[in-house]
């Protein structure tokens, strides 16, 4: 049976909303939660030995955890919080940008990348593997065809690299050094007032015609659809997909969970999650096709 993984939360919550949401996931049927800031560097309500600690908690209910990085490395001090997440020999590292990979390798730290790593042949899988990799993500613009295609190339490489796949949640699609959030309030991102805390699901950004093109989330865009593959879950446990990742958000989580849980079980979920959601769904990707399109009906 695949795993469920519940990915590094993309937005800016308070320390207790943090600890109140992951005190409800230790009860969750998922199996591994990725911790730590993966956005913005100015997102401190956590400092690194906040997230260690929770870590050890988790792992304590019986979870596996991993630490995740920061997608863009900008000054030292985003560096002195790598290399403290790879310093510790207590849990797997999830670099998500290149920095990452250099001091988990450096330090012998297994690893596994993130979804914002550009891996797209088995050429790079075998390099990193030979420095520690222990799985990887599939890029979020990557689809099924793409996919397969790298599990049966890792598998005539003899290589066992776990697949892990976003599945469930608006996608991280791209970073900047500038910061969208404090531009929208006219403010300096050096002095942005922390604004993300006022939007805990990221800043919906329309079209002229009002159709929801992108969340806006500090330094990071989203897409305006939600990523929802949960009716493609079959067809992954069959191409030899390892995890199903879910984003978190900060209501309704625990039946996101539930429904994924019953459908890798093979149940048929309780309620129609289309109808359960605010944001369009989309899975345009999973099929080559442009990412906001909704292919399946």
């Known amino acids: 049976m695949m795993k469920l993984s519940l990915g590094p939360i993309l937005w800016f919550w308070s320390k207790q909303s943090v600890f109140d949401f992951y005190a409800k996931a230790a009860e969750w049927p998922v199996d591994t939660l990725y911790l730590g800031e993966v956005v913005c560097s100015r997102r401190r309500e956590l400092k690194p030995d906040d997230w260690i600690d929770l870590a050890r908690d ?15 490395i ?23 940008d290149q920095s990452a990979l250099q001091v988990a390798a450096r330090n012998r ?31 979020v613009e990557l689809g099924r065809d793409t996919l397969g295609q790298l599990i049966r190339e890792l598998e005539q490489e003899g290589l066992e690299l776990p697949a892990e796949v976003f599945s469930w949640g608006f996608l991280p699609l791209a970073w900047s050094s500038r910061c969208f959030t404090a531009r929208h309030y006219n403010l300096p991102k050096d002095n ?4 993300c805390l006022e939007h805990p699901d990221g800043m919906e950004l329309r079209s002229r015609e009002n159709q929801e093109l992108f969340r806006l989330n500090g330094i990071s865009t989203l897409s305006g659809s939600r990523y929802d593959l949960m009716r493609e879950l079959p067809e992954m446990e069959r191409m030899g997909v390892s995890t199903v990742r879910l984003s978190p958000e900060h209501q309704g989580m625990d039946d996101v969970v539930k429904r994924f849980d019953q459908v890798r079980r093979g149940e048929t979920p309780d309620t129609n999650p289309l109808q359960l959601v605010e944001a369009p769904p989309c899975d345009g990707y999973w099929y080559g096709r442009p990412g906001m399109d909704q292919v399946r009906n």
């Open 192 to 195: 942005c007032e922390f604004r």
């Open 58 to 72: 988790l792992k304590a209910c019986g979870k596996n955890v991993v630490l995740s990085t920061l997608t863009l």
């Open 74 to 96: 900008e000054s030292e001090a985003d560096l002195r919080r790598l290399r403290r997440f790879c310093e510790q020999g207590d849990f797997m590292v999830e670099a998500n």
């Open 109 to 139: 730290i297994p690893f596994v990348t993130g979804p914002s790593m550009n891996i797209y042949n088995v050429a790079t899988l075998k390099i990193l593997a030979n420095q520690g990799l222990q799985g990887w993500n599939l890029p």
